[in-house]
């Protein structure tokens, strides 16, 4: 069975300083993704990044980064210079293949930004 | 190009009424997912279609259900509405099988 741990219920950065959100998964399958999406207040699903598992680098998209270590089965969001408006929850996600299509959720992080 | 569209916004009904939710995909995607997130907890996987068939559902009880149109929109219907079931509904949808989803902005129902 696929399963994807966040252990941090909530977390406070003060603002521009970086900021690791971690995240640990468990599959058999060979093949996955991995990926995190953001969720403001107002309730919509926003994808961040992503990391396939073949890929040998880790992903970035602009101020996000994937810290995606294999052998321990993390694969950690990085959000540098954080701002004001990274205040939300962020979800760790994860598809397989074998897993007839759907992606699973961890139970989340809440981020708050301190000005 | 338009994203994900689901309507109502909002939704208020009473303990066992029926509840319709509607999902209109990004144009060109063919997978449309629902999935349930109950106050403070995190998304619980409720329904996947494509090509207009249910391909997969998750542990919810048989009145909520579904359907995918020819023009791949889908609607999510929930009988006899229970006060648990008040939560956002969210759907997703896809092209890829390798790529994550791009969801809407939710349905929040309210059974009261």
């Known amino acids: 069975a696929q399963k994807i741990t966040q252990t941090q219920p909530g977390m406070f950065v003060q603002e521009k300083e970086a900021v690791t959100l971690d995240c640990t998964y468990d599959?058999?399958?060979?093949?996955?993704?991995l990926f995190w999406y953001k969720q403001p207040s107002s309730g919509e699903m926003i994808f961040l990044i992503y990391?396939?598992?073949?890929?040998?680098q880790n992903a970035t998209e602009g101020r996000y980064s994937l810290n995606f270590q294999k052998a321990r089965k993390s694969a950690n969001l990085v959000i540098s210079a954080s701002q004001l408006g990274d205040s939300a929850m962020y979800f760790c996600?994860?598809?397989?293949?074998?897993?007839?299509?759907?992606?699973?959720f961890g139970s989340g992080t809440r981020l708050s930004i301190r000005p | 190009e338009a994203g994900v569209t689901q309507s109502p916004t909002h939704l208020i009904k009473t303990r066992g009424q029926q509840a319709t939710l509607r999902c209109s995909p990004i144009?060109?995607?063919?997978?449309v997912y629902w999935y349930q997130q109950a106050l403070g907890l995190g998304l619980q996987f409720l329904l996947w279609?494509?090509?207009?068939?249910?391909?997969n559902r998750g542990n919810f009880p048989p009145r909520f259900s579904g359907r995918q149109f020819p023009n791949y929109s889908s609607e999510l219907n929930v009988n006899a509405l229970e006060l648990e079931d008040s939560a956002l509904y969210l759907c997703?949808?896809?092209?890829?099988?390798?790529?994550?989803?791009?969801f809407g902005s939710g349905t929040r129902l309210t059974v009261v």
């Open positions: 997703a949808s896809t092209n890829t099988v390798d790529y994550g989803y791009t």
């Open positions: 599959t058999s399958d060979q093949s996955y993704g």
């Open positions: 990391q396939g598992s073949y890929d040998e």
């Open positions: 996600a994860m598809r397989v293949r074998s897993s007839a299509s759907k992606i699973i």
């Open positions: 144009s060109g995607h063919t997978s």
């Open positions: 279609y494509d090509e207009g068939e249910e391909r």
